[in-house]
């Protein structure tokens, strides 16, 4: 099938994105891996797509005062491959190198990835274990958002009418902490079945900060909290993993379908929280 006949506009700065962002009936296009086959499907059909992908002001990958700030229309390939997330915050480049193939990786964008709010999306997991925060704009106002707050359900979040992300703002990671994002691929599409991110830091033998962002389980990405207050404290041992582990799907609505039943989900879940922990916690120094 082809797309329904619609506008299109390639703005070149992003006061002129906002503006026309705020008619109706208008939706951004960033790298196009996921809207534009919606598209094709007719299961989206704005009248009008706004590029943003020209704006060179909104590709950039930046430190600045203990965060580093990434511009919405940064590709997943340019975190993988950028020296400064690889160093600053690896979490969220590991993320980036398990998005999809490299084709995709190339054109999808990190403001595209969370805008679309897919429940088994790569970075959700690792965003919220790091605590990131959102920027979002329309023509008349800023405003800034913790990422557990930004996902509303499956497929939709807090953007508001006009509303376009600006940028994604992660911690530069303290030295000490230990991270790894691990995954149950679907094969055919490379999305997560089970993905879990983990951070963790220890002093003194024990176990002072644990942070675990789940996705691909619930219809929504979430942070398992209990987990992390199960493993806090702890020396941090395989059995201290494990007993956190064990309580990452408790009270979870699972996700159900022909790769994996709601049952399976949560046992992936289990053990995918283990190896992520366990990976994080040999990387601790
Ligand atoms: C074959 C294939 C395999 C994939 N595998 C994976 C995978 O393994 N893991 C994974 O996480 N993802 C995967 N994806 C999805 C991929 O990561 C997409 O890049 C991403 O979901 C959407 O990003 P995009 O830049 O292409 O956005 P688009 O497709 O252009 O837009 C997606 C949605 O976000 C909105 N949007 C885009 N940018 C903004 C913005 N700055 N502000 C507000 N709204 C915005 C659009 O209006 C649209 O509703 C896969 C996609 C394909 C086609």
Redesign the pocket.
Known sequence: MIAQNFEYSAPGSLNEALALLAGDDV???????????LMKLRLATPGQLVD?GRIAGLNYIREDKGVLRIG?TTT?YDVESSALVRSRCPLLAEAASY??DIQ?RN???I???I??A?PA???PASLLALEARVVLATAKKQRELALADFFVDTFTTA?EPGE??QEVIVPVEDQSTGTSYQKMIQPA????IVGVAARVRKSGGKVTMARVGVTGLAGKPYRAVNVEKALEGTAGSATDVQKAAAVVADGVDANSDLHASAGYRKHLARIYTMRALTAALSRTV
Request: net charge neutral; glycine share 20%.
């Open positions: 939706k951004v296009l960033a790298g196009g891996m996921s809207l534009i086959p943003i919405a997943h998005i999809g995709v054109r999808g964008t403001g595209g990835s805008a679309h897919d999306a790569d970075y953007l376009l992300i599409s490379g999305f997560a």
